[in-house]
C-alpha cells in the first residue's frame, strides 16, 4: 500500500470483489455500493452523504 489510504482502500475493496468476495450477497452489495461512491473523480460532498445517512436511516441504500 503505497499511494495513500484512498487509493489503497479502492484497491483493496476492487481485489476482494474481483475475487467474488465477501461471499455474503449483501455485504457484497454494500462493498460494492461504497467502491462506486469512492471510484469517481471526488469522493461526495456533504449533500451526498447526508443523503446517504438519510437512505440508510430509512432502510434505503
Known amino acids: 500500500m503505497t499511494d495513500g489510504y484512498r487509493h489503497d482502500a479502492l484497491d483493496f475493496v476492487e481485489g476482494l470483489l474481483v475475487a467474488g468476495r465477501p461471499e455474503d450477497p449483501a455485504?457484497?452489495?454494500?462493498?460494492?455500493?461504497?467502491?462506486?461512491?469512492?471510484?469517481?473523480?471526488?469522493?461526495?460532498?456533504?449533500?451526498?452523504?447526508?443523503?446517504?445517512?438519510?437512505?440508510t436511516a430509512?432502510?434505503?441504500v
Open 27 to 55: 455485504a457484497r452489495e454494500r462493498l460494492t455500493a461504497w467502491w462506486r461512491e469512492r471510484a469517481g473523480v471526488r469522493p461526495p460532498g456533504p449533500a451526498a452523504r447526508l443523503g446517504h445517512r438519510i437512505r
Open 58 to 60: 430509512l432502510g434505503r
